[in-house]
């Protein structure tokens, strides 16, 4: 859930406090619960909110101090007070990702996402049964035991059986990135590998959030497709120069041969990441500044891969009996344990109303997700 960015100290200054949007409601309960150790938490923290999906509509609690997402990752806001600062976690990559000049451009295309039909990996094969004559990758993310009306299961033994059949002349060299115990199959090293060998990435989902892999081809020096009903925060780092849009396969084929007829501007592409990146560093830092964090321990957090940071895709501060990929805080004694770490003392026997309605509230957003999940956007 919330990471704790800086302390809240005796003299009344206040601490910082991050959350992603998946917290958010976990929050707004507790304010309508009316929690003494909320009220706390929101009197003495500096409170940033990050946004990673796309929102049709987002309206800020009043307690929230700060939002922060791609602008175009928000259809209708109303801020309630909140500043907004155009900081997200896409536009603060690694300096892995990067343009390697050493890398030959060996794939005309790449796609690198999960195979969840929204992601419409499917398509992204169908592209590369269409063009034979031009080289791909593709690097497919999945579960174990996939929902089936979720994932598409089949997939991946559909992709290794068309390798098998073209052998040495096959178009596709394919990355089985399936789940294992330890994780993703594949580190983000090798991820900036791949877009340094590609020339073009090709994305077909419609709507995502920051779309943190376009930022990293763009960072590599890819040029970038999208579908023309595509809303998410990507369309932020688009442009005519580095960028086309596609409204069906063929027109997406008849676009893809016209960009590698006239050549991809690889350093062009990289530089304009580099100062997206380096503007998205300095409004970070003035920011934590203005809330109270000194020099040394701003330097201190950018050691770290704020763009894992900035979502809170980090080992949480607090005690969990099992680490699932994420800082989010998924019981009371964790949540208890969290503001321990901020200074505020709360027993969890005395939150087992919040717990209940937690759990009713946790029910209700499963079902929902549920069928959600199940719809292709």
Known sequence: MAQLLKRADSEGKKGIVLISHRELPFLQLAERLNLSCFKTLSDNFKIIL???????KFYCPKWLDCLIT????????????????????RDVLPS???????????????YICNNSRNKRA???FELVKAMPDK???????YPDNADPVKFDSRLPAEIRQYQESLGDKSNLDFFDAKHTESGYALSRSDIAGILNQSKIYVHMCRRE????SLGEALACGCHLALHSDFVGGATDICNKDNSIRFSTSSDLETQIRSVLE????SEKNAAEYAEIRSRTLIQLR???REYGMDQTEIDELFLQDLSMVLPGHTSPQFPRAKYTGNADITDINEFCGFLKLCGIEVEPSKLRFFEFALRMRSLLVNLAQSIKSRKVF
Do not use: T
């Not at 109303?78 to 600062?85: E, K, P, V």
């Not at 892995?96 to 030959?104: A, I, M, R, T, V």
């Not at 080289?135 to 993310?141: D, E, I, Q, R």
């Open 135 to 141: 080289k791909f990758a593709f690097v497919l993310s």
């Open 96 to 110: 892995e990702f990067s343009l390697n000049q050493k890398d030959s451009k060996r794939y005309d295309c790449v």
């Open 70 to 89: 791609s602008p175009s990752n928000l259809g209708e806001i109303r801020r309630n007070g909140a500043c907004f600062r155009n900081i997200c976690s």
């Open 122 to 124: 499917r398509e992204f």
């Open 50 to 56: 990050h946004i990673g999906w796309y929102h049709q």
């Open 209 to 212: 959030g920051e779309s943190r």
């Open 286 to 288: 003035s920011l934590l």
């Open 262 to 265: 006239s050549g991809v501007d």
